[in-house]
């Protein structure tokens, strides 16, 4: 007879998807950290187009600053970015009002500082794709040689309504 407490010999048995991306999580938040995954994930949304195009975080540190009353260590964090040279000037002009986004976002004092390094960043374009239909030039004379009626009335439909939008 079978015995039902014998485990199974099936090698791949179905997980949930939650239970899968449970590993994948934990290990993306131990190698990054939660508050340094957060600042990556959100970082076009904290600095802005420009400052995302040309910059990205590159890790957090702790440094410890001293004790507390209890004698325990208090540490800061400071947030390491590369900056592309043609945005450092202004990155460093902008320092106080990114850590203050920052830590706002997290509701309370989590990156101390930035140390800025400058070092060329890929390019890389956070902007919204927009649709936008700005070279056809259709006309009705484009369109006569269709055979079937209902594509052509549609197309012409079309035409009008780019057109209306162009202007």
Known sequence: M?????????????????????????????????????????????????????????????????????????????????VSPVAAVEFQHFKDKIIDKINSYFGYKAISNIRLKQNFIPKKNYTKKQNSIKNISLGKS?????????????????IQSINKKDQ
């Open 2 to 82: 079978n015995n039902k407490n014998e485990e199974s010999k099936r090698a791949f048995v179905p997980k949930t998807i939650g239970d899968s991306l449970k590993k994948i999580n934990r290990d993306i938040s131990n190698k990054y950290g939660k508050i340094e995954y957060l600042i990556i994930a959100k970082w076009p949304k904290i600095v802005g187009q420009f400052f995302a195009n040309h910059s990205e975080p590159t890790k957090i540190s702790r440094i410890p600053e001293g004790e507390n009353d209890t004698g325990d260590v208090i540490y800061s964090n400071y947030l390491h970015i590369n």
């Open 142 to 158: 484009d369109i006569k040689n269709i055979n079937n009626k209902e594509l052509e009335k549609s197309l012409e439909k079309l």
